[in-house]
């Protein structure tokens, strides 16, 4: 540690050399955390990936009675069950989660522009607290309201009895869906989103802005070819923190997404957006209470494994997908 | 203030709640505590019981919940005196364990106040759950038309256990079924959809219409008579046979006339 002489004690004294080690030592403690947690999951759930393989990630067969099967396991460990496909809940994962990021992103961008451009002062003064009291609100709040009012909305109005037939006899339309539960979700992500992009483009040099408007190029403009272009990073950063609490989220999506292993087909055109899918994060907290069984235990684990490493790789790929930017614009966090 | 006399205040502080954290136990252990884990839809029950029995005995409880597969966990591993189940004993659980009937609880079939169905014979019941039976306008006296939407509970649910055994009558789920993750969630969606038929535990059939099963309305009065089909059994699980206080404290459970008098509010006593 470096010390500013005259100003801070002399570096050495006793009590200064036990701070240092005190706090590196709570610093080590996180890494060694994490490191444990990994270990710990991909120990627990190194069995469910060695008996399936790579079919682990793939389709066939249907989900929830390949875990009803391995929830049955006879009790000797030789004959325990733990065929399981899984691919039902990944691409509902995505789907889900994709549907969020890419409305999300298109809103929080242009509540942003507003925000920081065109909001007249009284309105920001209101908008800006708003917004970041919608970012704490807890998730489980908008699962019940998303339960309470929109299943039923959906289920009973915007469901048609002719589009419940054409796939009654693959799954049921009661309102939980892919539409409810991105819809919630979006809510859900869109204040951080519109936070972490208010604070980026606040930050742009204002020389920046007033020397594109000096050549007589409109605010609108001004604000997409400068502002927003210089911003990337942290638009990326944005997307990366939010995609992240989307795939994360368990309690919300396990009330409202549907509550069933199916992989909603794209083939059903419009449909699609009312069938139900039940995501890993939810899928976890559903099943909780079969933990005690040992293979349904370390299959759970292993859907734990894969949504670590899918948080893993999305930091990774947001911190890639941010360097080519970063020669244009701001540096970001 | 340095980091020395900050860490000797923290220190303090320590020792202070801990010594409040040992005291009221030091009291307690005069008396004998039995720890309960387990059933969700065995937890009020267990907790009316003990609440009644710590009025005569020097004995304390715990009660904690989770879930009948958390229960028979816990008392496996020495965790909990009791573990509580609201399922039936399965060949994959641990060995060893002592299963105590106490009581018995109704499942009931629940659909949309909307739809008035009055009864649904056995046959019904398992054609509908196994998919076979879609659409309501084939089910004569349901008071809606459309398709079905099946309601039921996730497969590591005791009541999941219940229903499979109780009414299907060996057929198998239809894939379709939603498995939520709670009695209060099946309620509520059944609540909200006009198609739904759902099953859930007596104590949760509250704005809902209650369908009869075989004939037999679901309710205290006709699964005390065992006049009602569909009864599960509630169980205290013991590591081996019970011994000392918790012996006493299931013997009483199981025998007294006051415990039967509390069971019947909501459950059905064993007769």
Redesign the interface.
């Known amino acids: 540690m470096r010390s500013v002489r005259g100003i801070l004690p002399e570096p050495g004294t006793w009590?200064d050399r036990?701070?240092e080690r005190t706090l590196g030592a709570l610093a080590c403690t996180v890494l060694l955390l994490i490191a444990a947690m990994v270990l710990f999951v991909f120990g627990k759930a190194w069995p469910s990936f060695a008996h399936n393989g790579l079919a682990w990630l793939g389709g066939g067969g249907?989900v929830?009675?390949q875990?009803?099967a391995i929830?049955?396991?006879?009790?000797k460990p030789a004959d325990y069950v733990y065929t399981l496909h899984a691919w039902p809940m990944l691409y509902g994962t995505a789907l889900v989660t994709g549907f969020a990021v890419v409305c999300g992103l298109a809103l929080a961008l242009l509540s942003a522009i507003f925000i920081v451009e065109f909001a007249p002062e009284p309105v920001r003064r209101l908008l800006e607290p708003a917004v970041r009291l919608l970012a704490a609100v807890p998730s489980v709040v908008y699962g019940l309201i998303g339960?309470?009012v929109l299943?039923?909305f959906v289920?009973?109005t915007l469901i048609s009895?002719q589009m419940?037939?054409s796939v009654?006899?693959?799954?049921?339309l009661?309102?939980?869906s892919v539409l409810v539960g991105g819809v919630v979700l979006t809510v859900m992500i869109t204040p951080i989103m519109i936070a972490i992009v208010v604070d980026a483009l606040r930050s742009i040099p204002r020389a920046w802005t007033e020397g594109a408007a000096a050549l007589g190029v409109n605010r609108w403009r001004v604000m997409w070819t400068v502002s927003v272009r210089a911003a990337r990073p942290a638009i990326v950063a944005a997307a990366v923190l939010a995609t992240a609490r989307a795939l994360g989220e368990a309690i919300m999506l396990?009330?409202v997404s549907?509550?069933?292993g199916?992989a909603p087909n794209p083939l059903d055109g419009l449909t699609i957006l009312f069938e139900?899918t039940r995501p890993l994060a939810a899928t976890i907290?559903?099943?909780?209470?079969?933990?005690?069984?040992v293979p349904?235990g370390q299959t759970i684990y292993a859907f734990a494994a894969v949504l670590l490493v899918s948080s893993l790789a999305l930091s990774l790929g947001g911190w890639a997908a941010k360097q080519p930017l970063k020669r244009y614009g701001l540096a970001a966090r | 203030m340095?980091?020395?006399r900050l860490s000797r205040r923290l220190g303090a502080v320590a020792a202070l709640a801990a010594a409040a954290a040992v005291v009221p136990a030091a009291g307690a252990s005069a008396k004998t505590t039995i720890t309960m884990s387990g059933s969700t839809s065995v937890a009020p029950l267990a907790a009316k019981l003990a609440k009644s029995y710590v009025k005569t005995r020097n004995v304390s409880f715990k009660l904690l919940q989770?879930?009948?597969?958390?229960g028979?966990?816990d008392v496996a591993h020495g965790r909990v005196t009791i573990g509580n189940s609201s399922r039936d004993p399965?060949?994959?659980?641990p060995?060893g364990l002592v299963f105590n009937k106490i009581a018995k609880d109704a499942v009931c079939l629940v659909t949309n106040p909307a739809n008035r169905l009055p009864n649904l014979s056995a046959a019904q019941v398992s054609a509908i759950f196994s998919g076979q039976v879609?659409?309501w306008s084939q089910i004569p006296g349901a008071g809606a038309?459309?398709?079905?939407?099946?309601?039921g509970r996730?497969?590591?649910?005791g009541t999941y256990d219940a229903f499979n055994k109780i009414f299907m009558g060996g057929a198998r789920l239809s894939?379709?079924?939603?498995?939520?993750?709670s009695n209060g969630?099946v309620q509520?969606?059944v609540k909200?959809?006009?198609?739904?038929i759902g099953y859930v535990s007596l104590a949760f059939t509250a704005g809902t219409n209650e369908v009869a099963y075989n004939g037999v309305p679901c309710n205290l009065r006709n699964a005390k008579s065992g006049q009602y089909g569909g009864v599960r059994n509630f169980f205290m699980v013991t590591r081996g046979p019970a011994t000392g206080a918790a012996k006493k404290w299931i013997r009483w459970v199981q025998k007294s006339p006051i415990a039967k008098q509390i069971i019947s509010t909501d459950w059905v006593p064993l007769s």
């Open positions: 009590s036990r701070a249907n929830d009675q875990l009803s929830f049955d396991s006879p009790a339960i309470l299943v039923p289920g009973g009895e419940k037939e009654a006899y693959v799954v049921q009661d309102g939980t396990a009330m549907g509550s069933v199916f139900p907290v559903d099943n909780a209470e079969g933990l005690s069984v349904f | 340095t980091l020395s989770g879930g009948s597969d958390v028979i966990n399965k060949s994959s659980d060995a879609r659409d038309s459309g398709t079905i939407d099946l309601i996730t497969a590591a649910s894939t379709t079924m939603a498995q939520k993750a969630l509520q969606a909200s959809d006009q198609n739904a």
